[in-house]
């Protein structure tokens, strides 16, 4: 019974969350043009492909083999890889990426819509082998430090990038050992994404909310091979994290998504692995909305962490 249960509100939910995600969410994946933009700030964004997006001070045009991902110049830069959390506006991904761009750093954004969330096998995880494929054939050309900077579900798609390490450690390992520090903000897990997806896609709405978790819960049961399975070995990989690069975790106790008690759990089996951690909690912050409720303690933090990485000198 509880199978043609889920069966009939996976049907009926399916129809209508497809139809009002397909019209917001961009192609599963695909290499684009390298077009150029100047943002307002003085800011330049170029994207790679439709979830990766450069972002620098510089005024400079590259070019990309979509095959290799291989880049037409040198990056002469330290470089922040930005894993932002589903929906964020461009708005958001500027400020938090100007973090980094203040600090003399270039930015690339990787980004996952709901409909990549939720078939890996076509979206986020040929995201994370696009990406794995940028650092791979750019490796070469990093002469300054890599940051990793995650939010929300983005520690999910950094999960799948990490999962295609051990297949090939001596292909892989050295492009996590080029990688000196990593920040997470709200990392959500797998048990919260029902919770944390329908707030992204539709954060004014309840009614739409509602039937996007049916969905989703229904989606997670009956297609466990599809999805479920998934998610499940990205968070035993990050757990397990091949990447031993200190990390930060940035989290709230009044955040349901990312809650503090999963991140302190990964916390403690990085330390078992060696990885030196760092822990901000704040009492009162709603998801990857920390740095905006709390701009200056973010800032002190997050730099005091990138200065004990060797990363930055004398930031503030």
Not at 9 to 38: D, E, G
Not at 63 to 80: G, R
Not at 173 to 183: D, S
Request: with cysteine.
């Amino acid at each position: 019974m509880e199978v043609c249960r889920l069966q009939v509100v996976a049907s009926r939910a399916t129809i209508r969350c497809r139809r009002i995600i397909n019209q917001s969410s961009r192609p599963l994946l695909q290499c684009v043009p390298m077009t150029f933009v100047r943002l307002d700030r003085g800011v330049h964004m170029q994207s790679i492909t439709t979830n990766m997006q450069y972002l620098s001070n510089d005024s400079i045009k590259l070019k990309v083999d979509p095959n290799t991902m291989k880049l037409d110049q040198n990056i002469k830069k330290p470089l922040c890889l930005m894993m932002i959390y589903m929906t964020a506006k461009p708005k958001h991904v500027l400020k938090y990426a100007d973090l980094y761009l203040t600090k003399d750093f270039d930015v690339i954004s990787v980004s996952c819509t709901p409909t990549q969330l939720m078939w890996p096998a076509m979206g986020s995880q040929v995201i994370a082998d696009r990406l794995l494929s940028f650092l791979e054939s750019n490796s070469s050309e990093f002469t300054h430090p890599l940051v990793v900077h995650g939010f929300s579900i983005g520690a999910y798609l950094w999960a799948e990038l990490l999962v295609q390490t051990p297949r090939n450690k001596k292909r892989y390992q050295p492009i996590l050992e080029r990688i000196a520090a990593q920040i997470w903000d709200s990392p959500a897990d797998v048990d919260e994404v029902p919770i944390g997806a329908p707030l992204a896609v539709f954060p004014n709405n309840k009614f739409l909310q509602n039937i996007f978790r049916l969905y989703i819960r229904a989606h997670m049961k009956l297609l466990h091979n599809v999805a479920t399975k998934h998610y499940m070995r990205a968070t035993e990989v990050y757990h397990a994290s091949p990447c031993k690069a200190p990390g930060l975790f940035l989290v709230s106790k009044t955040d349901p998504i990312g809650a503090e008690k999963r991140s302190r759990r990964a916390a403690a089996s990085w330390e078992q692995l060696g990885i030196k951690c760092n822990f901000k909690c704040w009492d009162r912050s709603p998801h990857v909305q920390h740095y905006l409720r709390h701009p200056e303690e973010y800032k002190s933090v997050l730099y005091s962490h990138l200065e004990e990485c060797g990363v930055l000198k004398n930031s503030r």
